[in-house]
């Protein structure tokens, strides 16, 4: 980093000295201001080459400020900083803009790598360019997700990169692990805030009432169809309709669908006339919709249109550091209504949920918080309060990822005596199961660090932890930008 001007807007003294040690010298000037209007005049006086913002200004929001340095140089890199953020900081600083996001404290390290980075696109984007987009008007943002860990930020990026645009967007994750939230968090952050939401769990509606949820139907189209009915995608018009469980939908309803996205037209079922509505999809599914293309079992065609942009919701076990999070949002959320007086959980109650696997994700864990309150006698959570299976650290079959005592020769001699399909694939899924877990719990969920420990390389890394979200059907590898360690 030679011959770089860098602005730090940030109320703390001691951060902006901290920030200057750390980046300036060999060319680079570190400028500090401690209000966003001082920050601003500077900018507006003489460009940087890059913004370092802290959200929590005396004067004014940093979301704001963000806003406002966008105003005077849209090319100009901006990365956000915050001890205090929240899922909705993440995604509206993505959505305005900011090149990148960074919760206090963060690595020395971690900083200069993002730095460097946002500088170099900086460069890249005051070259000539054909066609320049605006920043996306801010909405009023509503929490929905919890977490702090480097796997979710990246989660809140991507939902803050989509939000404003209109495109599809196709959820991948297992059972549990929050793909309908992230459904709602970016229609809350869309043009298409104020309008229907709808959800449609396409595997928990029969074959024969999928077509007419969707798409309704007019009296008479089958037996029982005694009057009109005005679907899904009618009602949602101008709004966003969440395809839950996507690969679950039959081919006929699958043609339908692939119609309404190509054209936003549609005939109700047993009607001729056409319908013009005008809906987002978003779709969600624990499938591997490759596999299912290739088997016949899913349209080629739908599955390029839905797959336009993917976010991959991590499972609970690869953000571990979220659990006291999330124990203390469901605690919070549940005490009430089970009409227990708890303030939280104790620290060996944490280590216990820490050490348990979580096949079922945080709706498994939202489960257990619940059946905790129920058992609990004082304000504390305590082990003996957790189920018995948690307890014992016991999630079943693959899924026991912690567990030292895993026999692999017992598993693999009760797969072949089973006649189990597939044996070679089952037991290296087994060992990737314990291995990358262990991997990551060793690097605090940093990708780049366990990547190193396990030698292999990062896209390796991801490839084997999508293999593994989606139960082990192959699945093709997600693009990310630059993984963050994020504290």
Not at 254 to 278: H, N
């Amino acid at each position: 980093m030679n011959s770089h001007r860098i602005c730090v807007i940030d109320d703390e003294a001691s951060v902006r000295f901290s920030l200057a040690k750390a980046l300036g010298g060999g060319g680079v000037q570190v400028e500090g201001y401690d209000t966003a209007a001082a920050g601003l005049a500077a900018i507006r006086q003489a460009s940087p080459d890059l913004v370092l913002l802290d959200v929590r200004l005396p004067d004014m929001s940093g979301l704001d400020a963000l806003s406002a340095i966008r105003q005077i140089n849209p090319r100009l890199m901006v990365v956000v900083i915050t001890a205090h953020g929240t899922t909705d900081t993440a995604i509206e600083a993505t959505k305005r803009g900011a090149y990148d996001y960074l919760l206090k404290p963060f690595e020395l390290t971690t900083l200069r790598s993002v730095v460097a980075q946002a500088i170099e696109a900086g460069q890249l984007a005051r070259r000539p360019l054909l066609n320049a987009s605006p920043s996306a008007p801010p909405t009023t943002p509503t929490d929905w997700i919890v977490g702090r860990s480097a796997a979710m930020q990246e989660v809140f990026k991507a939902i803050g990169r989509v939000a404003a645009s209109d495109v599809n967007v196709l959820l991948l994750g297992e059972s549990g692990a929050g793909k309908e939230l992230a459904a709602r968090a970016i229609f809350q952050h869309s043009a298409r805030a104020d309008r229907p939401f709808m959800a449609i769990n396409c595997a928990a509606i029969p074959e024969t009432l999928l077509e007419s949820e969707l798409f309704g139907h007019e009296r008479g189209a089958f037996t029982g169809a005694e009057r009109q009915r005005i679907g899904r995608f009618e009602q949602a018009s101008g709004g966003t309709v969440f395809l839950d469980e996507i690969g679950d939908m039959t081919p006929a309803t699958q043609a339908k669908v692939l119609r309404l996205l190509q054209d936003q037209r549609f005939e109700r079922v047993g009607g001729s006339e056409t319908i013009q509505t005008d809906v987002r999809i978003i779709a969600a599914t624990n499938q591997n919709l490759p596999e299912l293309v290739a088997a016949g079992r899913f349209r080629q065609d739908l599955f390029y249109r839905l797959n336009t942009y993917t976010i991959a919701m991590p499972p609970l076990r690869a953000r571990r550091d979220d659990l006291p999070a999330l124990v203390e949002y469901f605690i919070n959320q549940h005490a009430k209504e089970i009409l227990r007086d708890v303030k939280g959980a104790a620290p060996e109650t944490l280590a216990v949920l820490s050490d348990y696997s979580w096949p079922g994700n945080v709706r498994e864990l939202q489960g257990v918080v619940k059946s905790a309150l129920v058992n609990a006698t004082s304000d504390v959570i305590t082990p003996d309060c957790l189920p018995d299976a948690v307890r014992a650290g016991d999630a079943g079959g693959l899924d026991r990822l912690r567990d030292t005592r895993f026999d692999l020769t017992g598993f693999v001699a009760r797969l072949l005596h089973q006649h189990e399909d597939d044996v070679y694939r089952k037991v290296l899924l087994a060992v990737d199961r314990i291995l990358l877990d262990e991997a990551l719990h060793a690097a605090d969920g940093n990708q780049v660090e366990a990547s190193r420990l396990l030698g292999i390389s990062r896209t390796t890394l991801r490839a084997k932890l999508q293999l593994l979200a989606e139960g082990g059907r192959q699945a093709p590898v997600a693009s990310s930008e630059t993984e963050q360690r994020v504290q």
